[in-house]
């Protein structure tokens, strides 16, 4: 709790007309944003943020589609350690009218936080979304996810051979083709490195139900 006593976060928490209950309730766009040198610092100001959110929209109760929904957009997930509150409810948070975009940066950075919960913690993802993989553990894990698929690939053969006495024989050949069919991956874990590679512009999208797909990434800086 060091962060408290911060000259800058004391003049941050004194009582005025914001409270962030209120813009969860009606829907208001709230943007949090931190140098990164600050964020081991005000690691549980932040986390007290995601905290608050995520109480006021259970203690709403469940909602309908037409009930206000808040999405939460997370950079740097893991820079806020091991979230107990959000691998505990993240699977019926939608019910409760939140849903959460944590953003990271390979699959080792889930499984230090999460441990034996990891692939959990990823199951209960609505879809996740991946591109700019650099890394072999989480460019396989995306590969197994998609899937594999089945395959027929034709060979063709030609022999030649001589026709005739041994001394002045005609030269003679025969094509054969034949298939077969075989299971491969969707995409090899080197195929999700160079498809989804940044300069592409593409990304990997696997929804939680269905197969998955790729999509063409847009820079924000597109949107006016």
């Known amino acids: 709790m060091k962060w408290l006593a911060e000259p800058d976060m004391q003049a941050h928490l004194v009582n005025g007309a914001f409270s962030l209950r209120q813009a969860v309730r009606e829907g208001w766009s709230i943007f949090v944003s931190l140098p990164p040198d600050e964020i081991p610092r005000f690691k549980g100001w932040l986390r007290l943020i995601v905290q608050t959110v995520i109480d006021t929209k259970m203690e709403g109760g469940a909602v309908g589609a037409t009930r ?5 957009l997370l950079d740097e997930f893991p820079t806020l350690g091991r979230f107990k ?3 505990e409810s993240a699977g019926y948070m939608a019910g409760y009218g939140l849903k959460l975009v944590p953003i990271i940066q390979n699959i080792g950075q889930v499984k230090a936080h ?6 959990t913690f990823l199951g209960n993802a609505g879809a996740i979304v991946a591109f700019g993989l650099n890394d072999g553990e989480s460019e396989t894990y995306i590969a197994d996810r998609l899937g594999r698929k089945f395959v027929t690939e034709a060979t063709r053969s030609i022999s030649t051979g001589l026709g005739g006495p041994m001394i002045g024989g005609t030269a003679n050949a025969s094509e054969n083709w034949s298939t077969a069919r075989h299971e491969r991956p969707i995409r090899f874990p080197n195929e999700i490195h160079e498809q989804g590679a940044r300069e ?3 990304a990997f999208v696997l929804p939680a139900s269905g197969r998955g797909f790729t999509i063409r990434r847009r820079s924000y800086a597109d949107f006016p």
């Open 85 to 87: 509150a959000i691998e």
């Open 68 to 72: 206000q929904q808040t999405l939460c």
């Open 200 to 202: 592409t512009n593409r």
């Open 114 to 119: 999460y441990a034996k919960n990891w692939e």
